[in-house]
């Protein structure tokens, strides 16, 4: 959603008399150090594949032209380090990949991987993803929404920085098409009841847990968790006409 004047990012808030707000967010920034690996990675795909924090406050932002084309767009919240990314992009040529992901060794795994992979539809952004849905993105404009084992803050007293709310899924479905699919997968069953029933309770939404995307790679991530005895539960939503 192209605005004049976008809201001030999450980190970027502050209060009336100049100090940084205290937010709850879905995620914390963890430490910036690359590996070798990831250093080059960054250094050899960062200016064409990274979209900078700052470009998405600009007035004339436009998401295609960091693309440098028009396609369907499939969004991905919390890409990790890639695996699963640069596959499913590789396999999607005709698509325009956004990988929403805040921890920047992340993102220079990920850029490498992508190159590897062939996947030059992918493009990373370190925007939070929740406000970039709200502010950037226009309604009915995703084509298909990936959340794959966002952070479960499986602590009691922290469940409230979920990513997955009744207040984070009105937007995410008020940008999807009609048709399009939001896929989720997580390791924490609390955490797979909570987003069924926040996702069951959203009107536009059908569907609900579903055998495992075998399109998605077993990601390491997801590896851990089966080894430490956690059942992953994979969920897919479609988006329906409000019309029909």
Known sequence: MNESVRPARPHHKLTEDGRRMREVLSYSRRGSRFTPKQAEGW????????????????????????FGRSAPLVVEIGSGVGEATAVLAAARPECNVLALEVWRPGVADGLWRAAEAG????????VDAAWFLEHVLAPDSIAELWTF??????????????????????????????GA????????????DQMREVLDAE??????????WDARPVTKF??????KGREITDLSYRKIDPQA
Do not use: M
């Open 203 to 212: 009107p536009l939404l059908d569907g609900g847990a579903v055998p495992r």
């Open 43 to 66: 250094a050899a795909h960062q200016a064409d594949w990274v979209i900078p924090d700052e470009a998405v406050d600009r007035p004339d932002f436009e998401l295609d032209q960091w």
């Open 222 to 227: 997801e590896r851990k968790g089966l080894e």
């Open 119 to 126: 996947a030059e539809n992918i493009r990373f952004c370190s």
């Open 149 to 178: 084992f966002p952070d479960p803050w499986h602590k009691k007293k922290h469940r409230k920085r979920r990513l997955i709310d009744r207040e984070f899924a009105a937007t995410a479905v008020s940008r999807l098409q009609v």
């Open 181 to 192: 699919l939001w896929r989720l997968a997580t390791d924490w069953a609390d955490y797979a």
